[in-house]
């Protein structure tokens, strides 16, 4: 991968590499960004460092950071300067990170910096460099990046990943058949912080394309269609609720320069892709599938032209494991199910993580090994339902944490937002449940964005597809769902609404 990155500085070097805020940034300004950065490393960070850390401001130094940190033997860390410093300490202390890149100089983390001996550099401060990337010695095994996600006790958990998982992540999507030039133009929508930005930056760069990315702030959904529509963009990897947002203006929406339009992060609804497939009349239209656990997306489902889109509840399918990954399908006790049969996906290969950093508890709840054919294979289990069709095509069902127990019964949250969301005819739809005022009873709380009728009309419907347990105890009608950084329905954000409710 390295390898093909200097390779694109040497030959297209005139070539944009990135448009970011409407200015453009050619290869050889890459080259030279990246040599300096490289160069500052290596003269400060001590060679006992593991981790270099930089701050995810959307500017051309931050992404030259981490290209730059691949050059060296170190791993990256990206730390989003807009969280609270108590989460971003406690990843630099995680970390044990002793130097901090950064394009800004941010007064309050370089304070926390300097009072413990940490090296903060500003990368837009460093003098000029002349192109000068040698490939770094170092071994498959050796990490290339730390991210850290959200941890259910609220301490952030990191999750390494190798040198290795990311080769062999861009060789098995390149064996997907994405042939990326120099003239394609690649969206790039999502935080630093989010493995799918990656994809999104890195598999270009490779390929001599220019990176396109999405400002942060401001509307989301219309400033990804302005860049989709003026820029002509061709590749495009997004989440699936983007499209919820472009729903109401795919009849007038046509990208035909559009080459690859990708699909991951979050659950794809059949009938918005069948829409979106009309706005990309020359694309190839797929859903990814993969945790961060796993390098970025592991699975992989072709969207046909022809006939009907597969999928279950309404959710695209999911599709077969990529190069040199696999997956199972396996019930509570961890044995395998048979073809058909619902229980926990999960993953094993090449692309899967050793486990998350020194965290040995979490590690012995998320990672078992199967013994297949004479082999001990390690295995990790996503939390996510699922089941493998007569085409052993993967389907996803839901989330084990979506799923409740009410009155003995086992309820699955998105068989609610599938009937919600047919009748509502939208896919901005979410249930959620919530402890009630008794001991042990739970109430879901159904949420449906701008449903222009009485919630009540809503209810009577379920009625008519669900057990009586199975209807929610209340139904919100709002005006805009919370999301997230990168898109994604901020369900923590509803829940939070919900027991502020209740007080």
């Not at 990326?180 to 930005?197: A, C, G, K, P, Y």
């Not at 009937?419 to 402890?435: G, I, K, M, P």
């Not at 105890?473 to 990168?486: C, D, K, M, Q, R």
Request: aromatic share 10%.
């Amino acid at each position: 991968m390295l390898a093909q990155i200097k390779a694109s500085i040497d030959k297209f070097r005139q070539r944009p590499a990135f448009f970011i805020r409407n200015t453009f940034f050619s290869y050889n300004d890459l080259g030279q960004t990246v040599s300096r950065i490289r160069k500052a490393i290596e003269q400060h960070a001590l060679p006992s460092e593991r981790m270099i850390g930089f701050l995810t401001y959307d500017d051309f130094e931050t992404y030259c950071s981490a290209v730059a940190v691949l050059f060296t033997k170190f791993a990256f860390v990206p730390i989003d300067p807009a969280n609270p410093l108590d989460r971003n300490v406690s990843i630099i202390e995680q970390a044990q990170i002793k130097t901090l890149l950064s394009s800004v100089n941010d007064t309050n983390i370089r304070t926390h910096c300097e009072s413990r001996g940490i090296q903060f550099i500003t990368t837009s401060e460093l003098q000029h460099s002349e192109v000068t990337l040698s490939l770094p010695e170092v071994r498959q095994s050796d990490l290339a990046y730390l991210l850290f996600t959200s941890g259910s006790t609220g301490v952030p958990k990191g999750v390494p990943l190798s040198r290795r998982n990311l080769y062999e992540f861009m060789n098995a999507f390149i064996a997907l058949g994405y042939d990326i030039n120099e003239n394609d133009r690649v969206l790039q929508m999502f935080d630093l912080t989010f493995d799918l930005s990656l994809m999104s930056y890195l598999a270009p760069l490779c390929r001599g394309a220019c990176v396109y990315t999405v400002p942060p702030g401001g509307i989301k959904y219309a400033d990804i269609y302005t860049l989709l529509d003026e820029q002509r963009i061709t590749v495009a990897l997004m989440v699936p609720s983007i499209l919820a947002h472009l729903r109401p203006y795919l009849d007038e929406i046509r990208l035909p320069d559009m080459r690859y339009s990708m699909f991951c992060g979050e659950a794809l609804y059949a009938d918005v892709a069948s829409d979106w497939m009309k706005c990309v009349p020359n694309a190839r239209v797929q859903n990814v599938y993969g945790p961060t656990e796993a390098t970025i997306f592991c699975l992989a489902y072709d969207m046909s032209r022809k006939g009907s889109i597969k999928n279950f509840n309404s959710i695209v399918c999911i599709g077969k494991p990529m190069d040199n990954m696999a997956a199972t399908v396996v019930d509570e006790s961890l044995k395998p199910v048979r073809r058909g049969e619902k229980g926990e996906l999960c993953l094993t290969g090449f692309q899967l993580t050793d486990g998350y950093w020194r965290n040995p508890e979490k590690n012995r709840e998320a990672f078992f090994t199967l013994l297949e054919d004479g082999v001990e294979r390690r295995y990790y289990r996503t939390g996510d339902v699922a089941f493998v069709d007569g085409e052993g095509d993967f389907m996803f069902a839901g989330r084990l944490d979506h799923q409740v127990k009410i009155q003995g019964f086992r309820v699955e949250l998105s068989e609610i937002e599938h009937h919600a969301r047919e009748f509502a005819s939208t896919n901005n739809v979410a249930a959620v449940a919530s402890d009630g005022s008794d001991a042990g009873h739970v109430m879901i709380h159904l949420f449906v964005e701008n449903f222009p009728g009485r919630v009540e009309e809503i209810e009577r419907y379920l009625e008519t597809k669900v057990p009586k347990y199975m209807i929610p105890s209340e139904i919100h009608n709002i005006t805009a769902f919370p999301l997230n950084v990168n898109g994604k329905i901020d369900r923590r954000a509803l829940l939070k609404a919900v027991k502020d409710r209740q007080g």
